[in-house]
């Protein structure tokens, strides 16, 4: 099956990793792989540190930074983002293809292919063609799903922004943002 | 804080679930209280048996059945629905006193509430007064949030469903779904 969390509000990411601790207790293998974000000071990061030994829980980065947020500007100034999503790309397919996970989540990808960082048309042939069997699942998060994604995803829902503590210019908190 | 997860799409209990995942990566203690439900054959529960030796992840339960979704019908048609709802709320309210917990999620309470089966104005100035404090969040999911709920909380996003397999008789999955 393949997910698609979208939209501008909190909880895309959150969503996934729900379905990632859902799946550990269900004793599926799980493997996370974060698009533009770097962080290693994250709950989830320091979650697969645990689940590492087992493999049973993996979290891959390709990209090292420090921010929570980034601003698309930065992004698309700064040419390591594309360098790093296409390695984050490259592990994926190879994951994929590997048939070793039960869950797939590749978080912020529908960004990255929105702002360019990735091909559109090559993420998401290769996605459908490999990436759709009854065997496992495939998450993709982010905002700015393309059209083209939502057509070939069999769920896909909009997490949308109704109240944010940003928007009062409160900081990312630890175990809930990040 | 106080988040509130909402909508009709497939991802406000993942959305909880994930957040749950971040803050045991940040070692906080989660409590997650389920309204309405009661299967105990989920992903969530089971992930819970491992955690529960260390208190580190509990999931409570206040109903026995056996169903993955239930229709408003019948929850209405059933007087245990309220019993239980009454049990877990006056156990949602221990557990907040309690200030044990980093996290707490009050799953499906929502619709709790939109249903009747809790009192909105109790159940609401509980969590305003009490659940609000900086050292701990609340997680409230659910269909139906109230306006007064969305009004008092911090953080709200709808989870907006664009398309779900269940449109096309696909029937519920393990480690996704439960």
Redesign the interface.
Known sequence: ?L?????N???K??????????????N?KVAIIQFIKGNKA???????KFGTNSGQFVVKQFFDDKQYSISEKSILENPEYKKSCKQAWNFAKETILSKKY??IILDEINNAIHLKLLDENETLHFVETHGRVSAF?IIMTGRNASQKL?DI?????????????FQKG?KA????D?
């Not at 997910?3 to 939209?7: S, Y």
């Not at 994250?42 to 697969?48: I, N, P, S, V």
């Not at 908190?173 to 809930?176: A, F, H, N, P, R």
């Open positions: 099956m997910i698609v969390f979208t939209g509000g909190k909880g990411t959150s969503a996934a990793l729900g379905t990632a601790l859902r799946s550990l207790g269900w599926r994250t709950g989830e990061w320091q979650f697969g039960d869950l699942d939502i995803a069999d769920m896909v829902t909009e997490m949308k922004e109704i109240k944010h503590p409160v908190k630890e175990g809930i990040y």
